[in-house]
Antibody, heavy 120, light 108 residues
Framework: QLQLQESGPGLVKPSEALSLTCTVS??????????WGWIRQPPGKGLEWIGS???????YYNPSLTSRVTVSLDTSKKQFSLKLSSVTAADTAVYYC????????????WGKGTTVTVSS | EIVLTQSPGTLSLSPGERATLSCRAS???????LAWYQQRPGQAPRLLIY???TRATGIPDRFSGSGSGTDFTLTISRLEPEDFAVYYC?????????FGQGTKLEIK
């Protein structure tokens, strides 16, 4: 059974970059049938799509974040990563990684999430 | 960008009752790309329905999805205590994903 686990710093200073990694176990990252992505949820608020990456290497980002976001995939390590630059307090959130179906473009497996706080 | 509006914001019902949650899109959404998620407190969201009406693996048959175009519905036929949670709809179109703001289903 495929599982996802987020890792990375829980505290980031304003203006610095947030970097998270998602490690995939129990499955492969080398498939055209799946894609990989990141979602975040600010405290007490709803879900916000950040970005997605496909096995082909194609990436898609939320237009509101595109100037600051990079999502990358390392199939040899079975990991994918998120980098968000120039963070502010508004980037404080629970960050989830997920797997999705390349046919239905849903999010069918989620990590448990990791809390990132932006504060000096 | 397609905006999804969920209603009601909060739904208060009792166990055993039927719940009907609405998701309305600002433009036509392909049914293939409409999904519903459940999020219990302190947990990650869980995929319930994809393709507007197909239950995900392991989802009980009391959950059903319907709709097309701009109007979609999630129905829970008989509420169990574990169903009280927040529900989100999600769509994909033009390489972008958006979520509704969520409906909180609370115990009356």
């Amino acid at each position: 059974q495929l599982q996802l686990q987020e890792s990375g710093p829980g505290l980031v200073k304003p203006s610095e970059a947030l970097s998270l990694t998602c490690t995939v176990s129990g499955g492969s990252t080398s498939s055209d049938n799946h894609y990989w992505g990141w979602i975040r949820q600010p405290p007490g608020k709803g879900l916000e799509w950040i970005g997605s990456i496909f096995y082909s290497g194609n990436t898609y980002y939320n237009p509101s974040l595109t100037s600051r976001v990079t999502v990358s995939l390392d199939t040899s390590k079975k990991q994918f990563s998120l980098k968000l630059s120039s963070v502010t307090a508004a980037d404080t959130a629970v960050y989830y990684c997920h797997k999705g179906s390349s046919y239905y473009f849903n999010m069918d497996v989620w990590g448990k999430g990791t809390t990132v706080t932006v504060s000096s | 960008e397609i905006v999804l509006t969920q209603s009601p914001g909060t739904l208060s019902l009792s166990p055993g009752e039927r719940a009907t949650l609405s998701c309305r899109a600002s433009q036509t959404v392909s049914s293939t790309y409409l999904a519903w998620y459940q999020q219990r407190p302190g947990q990650a969201p869980r995929l319930l329905i994809y393709g507007a009406s197909t239950r995900a693996t392991g989802i009980p048959d009391r959950f059903s999805g319907s709709g097309s175009g701009t109007d979609f519905t999630l129905t829970i036929s008989r509420l169990e205590p574990e169903d009280f949670a927040v529900y989100y709809c999600q769509q994909y179109g033009s390489s972008l994903y958006t979520f509704g703001q969520g409906t909180k289903l609370e115990i009356k």
